[in-house]
């Protein structure tokens, strides 16, 4: 008789440590595959997500694999799932269990940022006192206690200097519209929520205990951020370790400009745009309308709506630390959304975070798509309509 | 074929991968101050080392004692060769241990070796990622009297002797030595293996034995800073400068042209 390869009694005790790292959960899954059905993956590989789902009731996941590394931790499946069972948390718990345990390789990209976040606060490695570089020339002062708004670029655009230009459109939309802001200066890190959906938990929670005093002994009562993961994390995560302040995403907060009469647009933008949802704005954070309404807000500017939108958007593949990995081509979901914004027509496809933007970036770069469509932030659209 | 007992010296550094902009040197007291997020790791050298005595334990069986110098030394960090599959770690934790060089290391490893007493084969790594030195294995074999053998990539054991491949410039050479030998491991062995959850749990009732200078009769004047060899005069960073110029040209193949010509200016080419 053939014996199989693999054991099949369950391994209780890899089990209980899956559910000790927060994927409890797994236990609601009755395995009817819509998380599979959903998972953005499926539309390029294989990624048998219910499959994972069951290894991880039984304890026979496979630690040293690539596919507990792939989710972008979009948040289709959750939205979807008819048991509840959070899976992005399970997703986290068996990175958690590789991270803390040491039992397998992580991803080289993504074990070195890791490492640069941890070490000076910033995923490219930087020097901290250069966080606020990107500002140099702009006239902008480094926030005191007092000012009415922290705002917050995540350290993509103040470290990296292709995206770099969503933040400088911000900053003089903010001046225009005569807001009372400054920026982060050295003391301040990454928000963490990356090095949290990687599983790093202790790196994580010393980054936001950290920015959390500093915000508190330097008085920020409101923070404006560029990316959802910021915004999320701020707002979902931030609380329960003691972080007392509102965040609001920079489009949210745009709108409020818009409607108290403080943004004049001077400028047409005889363009057809296209607007991506990205998950931690949309699927996490319900917001929808607020970045649309911005949009529709500039004069000439005609928004269309692609096929995968709102709560169906199609993630760019930066979430859960895969803006950190490489991603074959051919299995980038950015790619296939940049495909859908140019079957819409659409000249530009406007962004609201920077993970999309470099991903989209690249896209159009490597696919040379670079004469058909343009990759613009809301922020630049409403600064060169301003 | 008869167990081999073998010791592996591990040393707790700064983890390599950490970015270089987390690294500063205190000029004034000659000291490399590190950011709090640099986590401390095994050295990756010293993680070869012991799978490359992992890989004599499969092999044809055998123990494998683990030994740590340091000062507050960090458990979790130390226990892990524990988890990927050896038998006894001894820990040499103490002040007195701390400022050292590889002179003092080497001294106070050879005690604790000695207290040890029965061994085949001594592993060290061939160096340690933080000061890249080198010395102390090669100092440990001659305080012991002890055969050396440096830079391996691969080691059989048995009828007491070893077979050893040691790297060279341009390739390897097969060395044999007689037991007790010391020898150092390159990272040509290749990968260490990660400990399994299964390691992991039984290195959860293992308990490290904890020895201080006098349980090793080291003499204190030997050991820490007191026993040092080595003198720091200046501990800098180099600058590093760049410098770029644009080659000009009225067209792509002129602008070629030129940029060989310079290149060929500078013997570059």
């Keep these: 008789m053939e014996t199989s390869a693999h054991p099949v009694t369950p391994l209780k005790e ?134 009415e708004i922290l705002y917050f670029p995540c350290c993509i655009p103040e470290y990296d200097t292709s995206v770099r230009r969503m933040a400088r459109a911000a900053v003089n939309i903010l001046k225009k519209a005569g807001v009372d802001f400054g920026i982060p200066g050295s003391r301040v890190n990454c928000c963490g929520e990356s090095v949290r959906k990687a599983g790093d938990e202790k790196v994580f929670e010393r980054l936001a205990r950290s920015n959390i005093s500093v ?54 933008i005889n363009k057809k745009v296209a607007y991506h949802d990205p998950c931690y704005l949309g699927r996490y954070n319900d ?78 770069t490597t696919m040379d798509k670079g004469n058909f469509i343009e990759i613009r932030s809301i922020s630049e659209l409403v600064s060169q309509a301003i | 074929m008869t167990a081999v007992r073998m010791i592996v010296c591990c040393k707790q550094v700064p983890d390599p991968e950490a970015p270089p ?29 012991l799978e490359a005595a992992l890989r004599v334990k499969d092999a044809q069986g055998g123990k494998i004692t683990v030994l740590s110098l340091g000062t507050n030394l960090l458990p979790d960090v130390v226990r892990k060769p524990l988890s990927m599959g050896a038998d006894e770690l001894i820990l040499l934790d103490d002040e007195a241990f701390a400022g050292g060089d590889s002179w003092s290391t080497a001294y106070a490893l050879s005690m604790a070796i000695k207290k040890i007493g029965d061994y085949d084969l001594i592993f060290c790594g061939r160096q340690a990622s933080d000061w890249d030195a080198g010395q102390v294995g090669p100092g440990i074999a001659e305080m012991l009297g002890l055969p050396l053998v440096t830079t391996a990539r691969k080691i059989t054991a048995g009828n007491g002797k070893a077979t050893v491949d040691k790297i060279t410039d341009d390739g390897y050479e097969v060395v044999e030595v007689s037991l007790p030998a010391l020898i150092t491991v390159s990272n040509e062995v290749g990968e260490p293996r990660y400990p399994t959850i299964k390691g992991i749990m039984g290195a959860r009732k293992k308990e490290p034995v904890i020895w201080k200078p006098d349980d090793i009769g080291a003499e204190s004047s030997r050991i820490g800073a007191a026993g040092c060899r080595t003198k720091m005069v200046k501990l800098f960073q180099p600058v590093h400068e760049g410098k770029c110029e644009i080659i000009e040209g009225n067209s792509p193949d002129e602008a070629i042209a030129n940029l060989v010509t310079k290149l060929r200016e500078a013997r570059i080419v």
């Design chain 1, 14 to 147: 890899v089990a209980d440590i899956i559910n000790e790292a927060g994927g409890e959960i797994l236990k609601l899954c009755y395995q009817c595959g819509t998380c599979t059905a959903v998972c953005p993956w499926n539309r390029v590989r294989d990624f048998i997500v219910r499959r994972i789902m069951h290894r991880g009731q039984l304890g026979l996941i496979d630690f040293e694999g690539e596919d507990i590394w792939l989710c972008a931790t979009c948040n289709s499946c959750v939205k979807r799932c008819p048991r509840g069972v959070e899976i992005v948390d399970v997703m986290r718990a068996l990175r958690r269990v590789v991270t803390e345990m040491g039992i397998a390789r992580i991803p080289d990209s993504l074990r070195l940022t890791i490492k640069n976040i941890s070490a000076t606060g910033n995923p490219l490695g930087e020097a901290p006192d250069k966080r606020a570089d990107w500002a140099k020339d702009l006239d902008v002062k480094p926030y005191s206690e007092g000012t």
């Design chain 1, 215 to 268: 915000f508190a002994e330097m008085g920020v009562k409101k923070v404006v951020t560029s990316s959802p993961h910021c915004y999320h994390t701020f707002k979902n995560e931030y609380p329960g370790l003691g972080g007392d302040f509102e965040a609001i995403h920079l489009s949210q907060y745009l709108l409020e400009l818009i409607r108290e009469n403080r943004l004049n647009f001077t400028r047409e």
């Design chain 1, 287 to 364: 917001i929808y309308e607020e970045p649309r309404q911005v949009l529709e807000s500039i004069p000439g500017l005609e928004l269309v709506e692609l096929p995968d939108c709102r709560e169906n958007s199609l993630c760019c593949g930066g979430g859960g630390g895969r803006i950190w990995m490489e991603t074959k081509s051919g299995e980038r979901f950015s790619d296939m959304r940049v495909e859908q914004a140019l079957a819409a027509g659409a000249d530009v496809l406007a962004v609201a975070c920077p993970y999309c933007m470099l991903n989209f970036d690249d896209s159009v």
């Design chain 2, 21 to 49: 902009e987390s690294f500063r040197i205190d000029p004034e007291r000659n000291r490399i101050v590190l950011t709090p997020g640099v986590s401390a790791v095994i050295d990756p050298y010293a993680e070869r080392a």
